[in-house]
């Protein structure tokens, strides 16, 4: 499975981003595909994730009510929409998958075995 991770970028606090994880070459209809963040000198946390196929979404409580993660149903692709971004919400943003992963480890990120490039997001105050 390839993962190309997009839209990242410069935003003022208060604005919005989309990032999009577009994959291919996928070997099961069911899987998980997550976003992680990774500021400087911190690490690599979870931000959301979705069951491709039921759309079963978990995000972490710093986002939650300002993030939402979705599937595209025209194509491989999973968006994660960021609204009301904070100074905070800097960082790399990378989209992980794998296969059918069990509930409780969606928010671990060595449960995934395929991840993408990253894209920078960096939110101005």
């Known amino acids: 499975v390839q993962l190309q991770a997009s839209g990242g970028g410069p935003v003022q606090a208060g604005g919005s981003l989309r990032l999009s994880c577009t994959f291919s070459?996928?070997?099961?209809?069911?899987?998980?595909v997550a976003w992680f963040r990774q500021a400087p000198g911190k690490e690599r946390e979870f931000v959301a994730a979705i069951d491709y196929s039921v759309r079963t979404t978990d995000y972490a409580d710093s986002v939650k009510g300002r993030f939402t993660i979705s599937r595209d149903p025209a194509g491989n692709t999973v968006s994660l929409q960021m609204n009301s971004l904070k100074p905070e919400d800097t960082a790399v943003y990378y989209c992980a998958a794998d296969g059918t992963l069990i509930r409780s480890s969606w928010s671990m990120s060595s449960a995934y075995g395929y991840w993408g490039q990253g894209t920078q997001v960096t939110v101005s105050s």
């Open positions: 070459g996928r070997t099961s209809w069911r899987f998980v």
